[in-house]
């Protein structure tokens, strides 16, 4: 069983920048894409950005140009570059993880870490 850990959130003001990254742990044949969602406060969780392990990368249209999604394939972790942060940012950010082991293939989750953008 693969297993995330996110780190990097925090309180910052509007305009500036955060970097979360997620570490992953155990074992499995291989984990294919990575991403980050998040949860913003009354609103259904959403995808913010996921990348392939061939670097191919999707963007949520709120964040292109702002946010940058970038993975180590050797050491299966992703990381997000959060710059001109807008309160509307604010959110639990979730790592995930498309993981193909032995029995299957199935998701897994980080338990989240805060992001909160002031105003």
């Known amino acids: 069983q693969v297993h995330l850990v996110e780190s990097g959130g925090g309180l910052v003001q509007a305009g500036g920048s955060l970097r979360l990254s997620c570490a992953s742990s155990?074992?499995?044949?291989?984990?294919?894409?990575m991403g980050w969602y998040r949860q913003c406060p009354g609103k259904q969780r959403e995808l913010v950005a996921n990348?392939?392990?061939?670097?191919?990368?999707n963007y949520a249209d709120s964040v292109k140009g702002r946010f940058t999604i970038s993975r180590d394939n050797a050491k299966n972790t992703v990381a997000l570059q959060m710059n001109s942060l807008k309160p509307e940012d604010t959110g639990v950010y979730f790592c995930?993880?498309?993981?193909?082991?032995?029995?299957?293939?199935?998701?897994?989750w980080g338990q989240g870490t805060q992001v909160t953008v002031s105003s």
């Open positions: 995930n993880a498309e993981v193909h082991g032995w029995s299957g293939t199935y998701a897994s």
């Open positions: 155990g074992v499995a044949l291989r984990i294919n894409v």
């Open positions: 990348i392939s392990p061939g670097g191919s990368a």
